[in-house]
């Protein structure tokens, strides 16, 4: 044969398929998923009955972890020793475990996340109730099996007498399962179980009168009763884990946070950290010192604060942006008949009662067949002292030991079992004392056989043993409830006030949209002046708002999109530098142009609205409150026709007149109650019927008939009216003449169209930008006052080829400190 036909041919998708299906049952059946009865992983079963087997019990000295380690991985575990270590060192942690199973002497590590010792350093016994997880295991309760190797037999299960996997919990993961059973308390899951014993049929509902929900080591508080239900009744859930805290008052004023106890798998030194960088990148305002103050008494975290400071809208910022507050997900997940499982807690529970039912009655069998055993012989051993002096006469006789046990059995009719005890009778024992001693062991024998067969009888009985021995362990290892439950989700909510310090700032907008926010100090240093802020060449400021670092920007695009910008967002520049392009801010579209920008506190503000004006005479009102969201993206605003755009967004309380402006010099007066209140996308009402070559380039806010109404065309030239000219009508018509332009070929033009237009009841300073870059300083002072036909004045000579591309009134800054 040659050596290719020794070989078959295989498909590769088949090979790795298969070898990936071996591996994935390993890993779940034998090394990251718990058995549902005795909730131990298979490494940590063979440490503790490895520890057992060699006699490192409570009782006895403390040993050596290294020499534990080599047994285990010896004998059962023929894996790497950091594995079998790292079982070890976890069972041994009372912050990961309700109830430790490894009693540990030396460094075991520490809720920092500080590793434990290496195994040559430390030292371990069982713990107390380890030995209850093993109790009865040579009473033959649980099956054994050949280890890796045939030299030795394992047990495949603990006869685990308390509910192991409740009590302490797991967490693992394997190929396509992971699970996450959180610790509970010992006296509740043994209370369910005894009233799931004695009602089978109990709803899932009155199992949680007795467990309330986990109770983690570290204590903390759990909320979210409804997440612990939907756990208890699927296998899946999510609560949430909160830090116990308490606000603490201190001399001169100051307050400082305490915590006193941390979510579950919190490690204590990153949470602390984590705090300390808030402090240190001043992410909240208030922070004075971040301490870890934990020792003998226990976990101690104290956050001091500085005077005057929120301390709860602080410690509402901590919870949300730290580990004070996590979230946890139950998945229930254990080995049933060497299958992974998802369960409910009744079918957990369950589970266990079964695998307490097989352990007392392969125990009560065992110790049945001892006595039957004994009492057998006793019953032997009663009858030849009644009738000893034959049986003495009948050894006598005999030629040897073997001739002697036959006579024995043949004269008397002992059976062979009985006859071997004879002989091997001492000779004190046939005092009268002892005679009497045999027979009252004989009653009693007679008496717990009885007992035994009785509880092998009756499903009552073999119950009864089961919650006595239960009733045993919570007396004696049951400890008070650690964590505490609530039953509603707590909503965190942090005010800006926490995380942004109260700050009167500058923020400017350029026309080429540049923005910066810049301190009213550096504005100051910098000469106070407009002309003095930092732009780009041929760039210029279009808008200066003062606001506060606590209110928001409502900033409003021609497309009729809106976004809602934090004010302490906008990043700081002094006032001589150029600030960042608004698109690295807000996600602007390259196409699109801000029209407004108005500040807002609150967008709970009464009776305020956004009144909407596009270029195509459209006008909408909407209710300030609509416009509040949470989206850091564009917004839809209003509703557009085809080719129309939002010329101006503006603030009202609807008790003023609107009028309108257009660039052919029209005009329109109407009330603003005219425009009902609309939703946020609607598309608004007509405001004025323009012709077809024209377009609305103003909106202005009036009031009774008091100031002027100034316009301004391309050429430069402008004028003002009184306003008691320009009479309210209803909105929609075509309205009057605001503006005449000059026509002919001997006249002088004064414009083609209308720039710009500003309601004024004071001298308003303008500046005007021609296409050349070059600009115009005036004041509507300088207009004349006519007649709304009139043809104004030439404010800014930009010659016969030049013409104003934009308009912009300067600021009046108020007094820092105003």
Not at 566 to 592: F, S
Request: net charge neutral; proline share 3%.
């Amino acid at each position: 044969m040659s050596l290719s036909e020794q070989f078959l041919p295989a498909f590769l998708e088949e090979v790795v398929g298969d070898r990936f299906g071996r591996y994935s049952k390993y890993i779940i059946q034998d090394r990251a998923i718990p058995d549902v009865r005795d909730g131990l992983k298979p490494v940590q079963r063979r440490i503790l009955y490895a520890m057992y087997d060699s006699g490192n019990t409570p009782d006895k000295p403390y040993r050596k972890s290294a020499k534990t380690v080599g047994d285990v991985m010896g004998n059962y575990h023929p894996h790497g020793d950091s594995s079998i270590y790292e079982g070890m060192v976890r069972m041994a942690q009372p912050w990961k475990m309700g109830h430790v199973l490894v009693d540990g002497h030396g460094n075991w590590g520490s809720q920092d996340d500080d590793p434990a010792a290496a195994m040559r350093y430390t030292e371990a016994r069982l713990s107390p109730i380890a030995m209850e997880l093993l109790r009865d295991i040579e009473k033959r309760t649980v099956l054994f099996k050949d280890n890796f190797d045939n030299t030795a037999k394992e047990p495949v299960v603990l006869p685990s007498r308390y509910p192991n996997l409740l009590v302490n919990g797991t967490s693992g993961i394997s190929a396509g399962f992971a699970t996450e059973i959180p610790p509970h308390n010992l006296r509740e899951v043994i209370d369910a179980c005894i009233a799931l014993m004695q009602k089978p049929e109990i709803e899932l509902s009155e199992i949680m009168t007795f467990i309330k929900g986990p109770d983690f080591p570290t204590g903390g508080i759990i909320m979210g009763q409804s997440g612990i239900e939907d756990a208890y009744q699927t296998g899946k859930g999510r609560v949430y884990l909160r830090s116990l805290t308490e606000i603490e008052s201190l001399r001169g004023g100051k307050q400082q946070i305490v915590i006193k106890e941390i979510p579950f798998q919190v490690v204590k030194a990153r949470l602390v950290t984590a705090m300390e960088n808030i402090r240190l990148e001043k992410k909240v305002e208030g922070i004075a010192e971040v301490r870890d103050e934990s020792g003998r008494e226990g976990l101690r975290i104290v956050v001091e604060l500085k005077k005057d400071a929120d301390a709860n809208g602080i410690l509402a910022y901590l919870l949300k942006k730290t580990d004070l507050q996590v979230n946890y997900n139950f998945n229930m997940v254990a080995i049933v008949n060497k299958a992974p499982q998802q369960l409910g807690l009744k079918d957990m529970l369950q589970a266990y009662i079964d695998h307490q039912r097989e352990v007392v009655t392969h125990r009560t069998q065992f110790e049945l067949e001892k006595a039957e055993d004994r009492s057998h012989v006793l019953e032997g051993l009663v009858k030849a002292l009644n009738i000893l002096d034959e049986v003495i006469a009948a050894i006598k006789a005999s030629k040897n030991r073997q001739d002697a046990q036959n006579n024995l059995q043949w004269m008397f009719g002992f059976t062979e079992r009985q006859a071997d005890s004879i002989l091997t009778l001492q000779l004190y024992r046939l005092t009268n004392l002892e005679i009497h001693s045999l027979q009252k062991e004989l009653d009693e024998l007679e008496k717990k056989i009885d007992t035994l067969r009785g509880i092998l009888n009756s499903d009552k009985k073999l119950i009864q043993v089961i919650r006595k021995e239960l009733m045993e362990i919570r007396e004696k290892y049951g400890i008070e409830r650690r964590a505490k439950i609530q039953e509603e989700v707590e909503e965190i909510k942090v005010n800006l006030e926490v995380m942004v310090a109260a700050e009167d700032v500058l923020v400017t907008l350029s026309k080429d949209g540049y923005v910066k926010r810049t301190s009213r100090m550096s504005f100051t240093r910098s000469g106070g002046e407009l002309d003095s802020s930092g732009v780009k060449e041929g760039d210029y400021i279009t808008r200066v708002l003062e606001v506060n670092t606590l209110q928001n920007l409502l900033i409003f695009t021609q497309r009729g999109q809106y976004f809602v910008l934090p004010v302490h967002q906008i990043p700081e520049y002094k006032w001589k530098e150029a600030g960042t392009a608004i698109v690295n801010v807000i996600q602007l579209a390259k196409e699109d142009q801000i029209v407004s920008v108005i500040p807002i506190s609150s967008f709970e503000e009464a009776r305020q609205s956004l009144v909407f004006v596009t270029a195509k005479g459209q006008v909408k009102r909407s209710e300030l409150k609509d416009y509040e969201t949470k989206r850091s993206g564009a917004v839809a605003a209003v509703k557009l026709g085809a080719e129309d755009k939002v010329i101006s967004v503006s603030m009202s309380q609807g008790n003023q007149d609107l009028v309108l402006i257009t660039a052919a010099g029209m005009s329109i007066r109407f009330q603003e109650s005219e425009v009902n209140p609309m939703g946020r996308v609607s598309g608004g009402v007509k405001g004025i019927q323009l012709r077809e070559d024209d377009q609305v380039i103003a909106a202005l806010w009036v009031t009774e008939d008091e100031g002027e109404i100034f316009v301004i065309s391309d050429l430069g030239y402008g004028k003002r009216s009184l306003l008691a000219d320009y009479l309210a009508q209803s909105r929609g018509g075509k309205g009057i003449v605001t503006f005449e332009f000059k026509e002919g070929k001997r006249v002088k033009p004064n414009g083609s169209r209308l720039i710009g237009a500003y309601y004024c009841k004071e001298p308003l300073s303008l500046t005007a930008y021609a296409q050349d870059n070059s600009l115009y300083h005036f004041s509507t002072e300088q207009a004349p006052i006519g007649d709304r036909k009139s043809i104004g004045k030439l404010l800014a000579d930009v010659g016969r080829k030049g013409e104003l591309k934009d308009i912009i009134q300067q600021p009046v800054f108020k007094t820092p400190g105003m």
